[in-house]
């Protein structure tokens, strides 16, 4: 006995459309074809096959992975294999899924604590040419000078956009090390104030802020919190770049 493709259909609760599809990717072939009429037809124990294609899909098993079992009459070994790597693709989704919701509680533990939070993100940033001056300094408000310094060195015909300082140790380190830069063309001249130099390109998570103490220090805060929720580890000197009157603070990461 045999089932047209519609009939069939209907046994099986399969469009006629999937049963076609599953005859061309010869995942569930029809048990016989006219070949007057070149009509599908198909057996009642291929119902079997439907319930093993349809309990597969909902564990989450790709075509491929179907066409594989269902197909060709598998050992109990290969079915088994089969549904170790669905639990193993299972169990990736759900770690997945819990760090997402780690991530989501942290941000709104973020939002608790402040009316507005920055958002962090992460970039990737191109290798720059800068002209730079490192300094050691007793407070973070001497950088001020170093940078005009540094401006006053470089001929503007010779600088880029890019403009800021790079945080070698902060003040939580037991001293301040800092390196105001600008970006240079390739052809800037050297000089005794400053020392020519390549920043690598780097992975950054970076968010913007005001230029004010206040907001920069909460930014700075926010940044540190997401590495850490993140899973990141700071890959070299912080830095800071003006854009405007934004301040961009990149951590480097890795």
């Not at 076609?20 to 009509?39: E, G, S, W």
């Not at 299972?90 to 973020?110: F, G, M, N, V, Y």
């Not at 380190?173 to 830069?181: D, K, L, R, T, V």
């Not at 050297?190 to 020392?195: A, G, I, K, L, N």
């Amino acid at each position: 006995m045999h089932y047209k493709i519609g009939e069939f259909a209907r046994l099986s609760g399969l469009s006629v459309k999937t049963l076609r599809f599953y005859d061309q990717i010869k995942l569930l072939r029809p048990a016989f074809i006219d070949p007057r009429t070149r009509y599908r037809l198909y057996a009642p124990e291929q119902l079997r096959e439907v319930d093993s294609i349809l309990a597969l899909k909902d564990l989450g098993a790709s075509l491929e992975d179907m066409r594989d079992v269902v197909s060709r009459d598998p050992s109990s070994s290969e079915r088994r294999r089969l549904l170790m790597k669905l639990r193993a693709r299972a169990q990736r989704s759900l770690q997945i899924a819990q760090r997402s919701l780690t991530w989501i509680d942290a941000a709104l533990e973020d939002d608790e604590v402040a009316d507005h939070c920055a958002a962090v993100v992460i970039k990737r940033r191109p290798a720059m040419r800068v002209a730079s001056v490192r300094s050691h300094l007793s407070r973070y408000s001497e950088i001020v000078s170093i940078e005009r310094e540094l401006l006053r060195a470089v001929y503007p015909q010779f600088t880029g956009d890019s403009q800021g300082v790079l945080w070698h140790r902060c003040a939580d380190s037991g001293a301040i090390e800092g390196e105001p830069f600008v970006q240079v063309s390739g052809n800037a001249p050297r000089s005794p104030v400053y020392e020519l130099k390549e920043l690598p390109s780097t992975t950054v998570a970076s968010t913007v802020c005001e230029c004010d103490d206040g907001s920069a220090e909460r930014a700075y805060e926010s940044v540190a919190r997401w590495l850490s929720v993140h899973d990141y580890q700071l890959a070299g000197p912080k830095r800071e770049i003006y854009v405007g009157r934004i301040l961009e603070i990149q951590f480097p990461v890795k």
